[in-house]
């Protein structure tokens, strides 16, 4: 016996760990989490590769490559407002230097009222053709005059400048003066990104809309040639411009600038753009910004980047490079062409001479040098007197108001799917949180560590299921631990590191439960650094969480996923299988306590404290920290918070 005990005691300290830094895994790295996510899209990104060169082979294959881009393309959009009978008006005109500029508000859906300029040639006979021109992040939006679209009126061809959601007349998070609460339009659009993601839509998709209505606009013009509809923008403006050319089969020439790049590369160097530049599963669909071109095919598109700019010179070349491909299978090389300049994120002179001469060239079939642009400006350009739709009309809807209405139109559809059976509900579930049908539970346990503590034996183990993120674990076990006594489970945003050593001093005596305190992905000694995460973003998670949503796979369903592998380390662990198991979790956690509770029966009791009670408050007030972190795609045409409170069968607590 003796032999045994020496044989234990020289084991346990082999395995001795520092009892500060809790440390579990076998490893430290700060972006390991993050390099995991990405190796998913590098998988995508090769299998779209392979699809690609193959395409490339033949004319026939390639238009079937494109016809597939455009169905999963499109399958993205989600739901949008319903299309209706345009209402417009022009509210003033104000006369520029070989043109002239009517001030717009038309209306894309009921309520929703958009602010535009349209640039218009001085001189013209008959209909000309046209450009909607989308707007780069800039918090007035189409502001006091555009110099592209003047330069593009001067030499014969129309502008209309659309403000973005957000932007310009059109910005959300206000106060009753009109000023913004936010630090400017790339955080506004990040936090109005969440609402539109959990009704099953995207921000992208919502510009693409106004964008799409702002033709039909143009369409019912007599002075418009809508056989010549082109579109064009530059930074946030690009964005806007990829999605309509692959959306929108009434543009005949597109010109994309400062946006066009690899999408894959721009996420491992620099991590997600704003809440306006992507939609999810992007790369499960594989679909890459160069396929946004390709969708334009075989009609003339231009690619505009500077070789200095941050959004990456290396990553546009080989994207170009695809499309270049494309086109000349297809026997139309002529009509792409790639344009770049000796600049940062600026589109100088001789960029703005190159784009107009692009569209004269297809919407003109002229070659003639371009005429000079002469200098004008004027300080009243507002389309509204208020600066702002939201607070010029009494039926305007903000975004918070119009999503409010549609979670509200949703209701019964949420009340009929609760009331389903719980395998048919689980099986959706699934689908939202982009787990597998079958689960993998075959689990491999590495201890990293052992102590002994004053009334209970610490062991630290490394969980590692296929596939899936290492899960750090520390376990318990008390000296006086019973047949019955239940396994407690600690789960908070603030990571198990904190709660252990706030646990340590208060120096409790054991109550005879064993106690688990786990980091799930994302948290603790797996969390992203924070320099990785903008404080624009409002989101300490914000890179890992919008990569999750690239590849279908959401952070929320990632960490149940975490909870399922927790769940079985306890079922085959001797010293643990068969006691009742209880989660206590916080914050971020919680949600995702909530949904493994639903779709795992071996959690007798979820007990949460600071969480997110519905989703409902992301709509209300989307002035929130970490939102992005708890978005699940579409999940309110299924379900609300309240409602898996509901299905839980009071297995799940919720305790303030």
Same mark, same amino acid.
């Given at each position: 016996?003796?032999?045994?005990?020496?044989?234990?005691?020289?084991?346990?300290?082999?395995?001795?760990?520092?009892?500060?830094?809790?440390?579990?895994? %076998?490893?430290?790295?700060?972006?390991?989490?993050?390099?995991?996510?990405?190796?998913?899209?590098?998988?995508?990104?090769?299998?779209?590769?392979?699809?690609?060169?193959?395409?490339?082979?033949?004319?026939?294959?390639?238009?079937?490559?494109?016809?597939?881009?455009?169905?999963?393309?499109?399958?993205?959009?989600?739901?949008?407002? $319903?299309?209706?009978?345009?209402?417009?008006?022009? $509210?003033?005109?104000?006369?520029? %230097?070989?043109?002239?500029?009517?001030?717009?508000?038309?209306?894309?859906?009921?309520?929703?009222?958009?602010?535009?300029?349209?640039?218009?040639?001085?001189?013209?006979?008959?209909?000309?053709?046209?450009?909607?021109?989308?707007?780069? &992040?800039?918090?007035?939006?189409?502001?006091?005059?555009?110099?592209?679209?003047?330069?593009?009126?001067?030499?014969?061809?129309?502008?209309?400048?659309?403000?973005?959601?957000?932007?310009?007349?059109?910005?959300?998070?206000?106060?009753?003066?009109?000023?913004?609460?936010?630090?400017?339009?790339?955080?506004?659009?990040?936090?109005?990104?969440?609402? !539109?993601?959990?009704?099953?839509?995207?921000?992208?998709?919502?510009?693409?809309?106004?964008?799409?209505?702002?033709?039909?606009?143009?369409?019912?013009?007599?002075?418009?040639?809508?056989?010549?509809?082109?579109?064009?923008?530059?930074?946030?403006?690009?964005?806007?411009?990829? !999605?309509?050319?692959?959306?929108?089969?009434?543009?005949?020439?597109?010109?994309?600038?400062?946006?066009?790049?690899?999408?894959?590369?721009?996420?491992?160097?620099?991590?997600?753009?704003?809440?306006?530049?992507?939609?999810?599963?992007?790369?499960?669909?594989?679909?890459?910004?160069?396929?946004?071109?390709?969708?334009?095919?075989?009609?003339?598109?231009?690619?505009?980047?500077?070789?200095?700019?941050?959004?990456? &010179? *290396?990553?546009?070349?080989?994207?170009?490079?695809?499309?270049?491909?494309?086109?000349?299978?297809?026997?139309?090389?002529?009509?792409?062409?790639? !344009?770049?300049?000796?600049?940062?994120?600026? $589109?100088?002179?001789?960029?703005?001479?190159?784009?107009?001469?692009?569209?004269?060239?297809? @919407?003109?079939?002229?070659?003639?040098?371009?005429?000079?642009?002469?200098?004008?400006?004027?300080?009243?350009?507002?389309?509204?007197?208020?600066?702002?739709?939201?607070?010029?009309?009494?039926?305007?809807?903000?975004?918070?108001?119009?999503?409010?209405?549609?979670?509200?139109?949703?209701?019964?559809?949420?009340?009929?799917?609760?009331?389903?059976?719980?395998?048919?509900?689980? %099986?959706?579930?699934?689908?939202?949180?982009?787990?597998?049908?079958?689960?993998?539970?075959?689990?491999?346990?590495?201890?990293?560590?052992?102590?002994?503590?004053?009334?209970?034996?610490?062991?630290?183990?490394?969980?590692?299921?296929?596939?899936?993120?290492?899960?750090?674990?520390?376990?318990?076990?008390?000296?006086?631990?019973?047949?019955?006594?239940?396994?407690?489970?600690?789960?908070?945003?603030?990571?198990?590191?904190? *709660?252990?050593?706030?646990?340590?001093?208060?120096?409790?005596?054991?109550?005879?439960?064993?106690?688990?305190?786990?980091?799930?992905?994302?948290?603790?000694?797996?969390?992203? @650094?924070?320099?990785?995460?903008?404080?624009?973003? *409002?989101?300490?998670? !914000?890179?890992?969480?919008?990569?999750?949503?690239?590849?279908?796979?959401?952070?929320?369903?990632?960490?149940?996923?975490?909870?399922?592998?927790?769940?079985?380390?306890?079922?085959?662990?001797?010293?643990?299988?068969?006691?009742?198991?209880?989660?206590?979790?916080?914050?971020?956690?919680?949600?995702?306590?909530?949904?493994?509770?639903?779709?795992?029966?071996?959690?007798?009791?979820?007990?949460?404290?600071?969480?997110?009670?519905?989703?409902?408050?992301?709509?209300?007030?989307?002035?929130?920290?970490?939102?992005?972190?708890?978005?699940?795609?579409?999940?309110?045409?299924?379900?609300?918070?309240?409602?898996? $409170?509901?299905?839980?069968?009071?297995?799940?607590?919720?305790?303030?």
């Amino acid at each position: 016996m003796k032999r045994i005990m020496t044989a234990i005691i020289l084991t346990l300290l082999s395995v001795w760990v520092s009892a500060q830094d809790y440390q579990a895994l %076998r490893f430290r790295s700060a972006a390991s989490f993050f390099n995991y996510e990405m190796m998913e899209v590098h998988q995508h990104n090769r299998a779209r590769a392979e699809t690609f060169n193959r395409a490339v082979a033949t004319k026939e294959e390639m238009e079937t490559y494109i016809s597939g881009l455009r169905a999963r393309f499109r399958k993205l959009l989600g739901a949008l407002p $319903v299309r209706g009978k345009m209402k417009s008006s022009v $509210v003033d005109t104000k006369k520029g %230097r070989g043109f002239y500029v009517e001030k717009i508000i038309f209306c894309s859906a009921p309520g929703r009222y958009v602010t535009a300029h349209l640039y218009l040639p001085e001189e013209h006979r008959g209909r000309v053709p046209a450009c909607i021109e989308m707007c780069g &992040h800039g918090q007035n939006g189409k502001g006091c005059g555009s110099m592209i679209a003047e330069r593009m009126a001067v030499n014969g061809i129309a502008v209309m400048v659309v403000d973005p959601l957000g932007q310009g007349e059109r910005q959300q998070l206000i106060d009753v003066y009109g000023k913004n609460l936010t630090r400017g339009v790339t955080t506004e659009h990040t936090l109005l990104a969440p609402m !539109y993601l959990l009704l099953g839509s995207s921000l992208a998709a919502q510009e693409y809309f106004d964008n799409s209505r702002a033709i039909d606009y143009l369409l019912t013009r007599k002075d418009i040639d809508g056989s010549k509809i082109g579109c064009y923008g530059f930074s946030g403006g690009g964005t806007q411009t990829a !999605y309509l050319i692959g959306l929108d089969k009434r543009i005949q020439v597109g010109c994309v600038g400062l946006f066009f790049s690899s999408r894959e590369r721009t996420l491992e160097s620099q991590g997600p753009s704003d809440g306006c530049q992507w939609m999810p599963c992007e790369g499960k669909e594989h679909i890459e910004i160069a396929d946004m071109g390709m969708m334009m095919a075989p009609k003339p598109f231009l690619v505009m980047d500077g070789l200095y700019d941050f959004v990456d &010179h *290396w990553g546009a070349l080989q994207g170009f490079d695809e499309v270049k491909q494309c086109y000349t299978v297809l026997g139309h090389s002529e009509k792409v062409e790639q !344009y770049y300049f000796e600049d940062g994120h600026a $589109v100088p002179t001789d960029a703005q001479e190159k784009m107009v001469t692009w569209f004269r060239r297809w @919407l003109l079939d002229d070659m003639s040098p371009l005429k000079p642009l002469e200098y004008w400006q004027d300080d009243n350009m507002l389309c509204t007197k208020s600066g702002q739709v939201n607070l010029e009309y009494r039926n305007a809807q903000s975004s918070m108001q119009a999503c409010m209405d549609e979670m509200n139109s949703l209701a019964d559809a949420r009340e009929d799917f609760c009331r389903q059976d719980l395998q048919t509900i689980q %099986r959706r579930m699934k689908i939202i949180l982009g787990l597998p049908d079958t689960f993998n539970d075959r689990i491999e346990t590495v201890q990293t560590g052992c102590r002994m503590l004053r009334t209970a034996t610490e062991y630290r183990y490394q969980v590692n299921c296929k596939g899936e993120y290492p899960l750090p674990v520390i376990v318990r076990i008390p000296s006086d631990i019973r047949a019955d006594s239940p396994i407690v489970i600690h789960l908070t945003d603030r990571g198990k590191a904190a *709660w252990l050593a706030e646990n340590d001093r208060m120096d409790a005596c054991s109550n005879g439960s064993i106690t688990i305190a786990a980091d799930l992905r994302g948290f603790g000694e797996t969390a992203d @650094l924070y320099q990785y995460n903008l404080s624009k973003y *409002w989101n300490s998670q !914000y890179r890992t969480a919008v990569v999750a949503l690239h590849v279908g796979r959401p952070l929320l369903g990632q960490r149940v996923m975490d909870i399922r592998t927790l769940l079985n380390f306890c079922g085959q662990q001797p010293i643990l299988s068969g006691h009742p198991i209880c989660i206590e979790a916080d914050g971020i956690s919680a949600v995702a306590v909530m949904h493994a509770t639903i779709l795992d029966e071996r959690i007798h009791a979820a007990i949460l404290t600071k969480t997110l009670k519905t989703w409902r408050t992301y709509i209300e007030y989307p002035l929130q920290q970490n939102m992005m972190s708890n978005t699940l795609v579409g999940v309110l045409r299924y379900y609300d918070i309240p409602d898996l $409170v509901k299905i839980s069968r009071k297995r799940i607590n919720i305790c303030d």
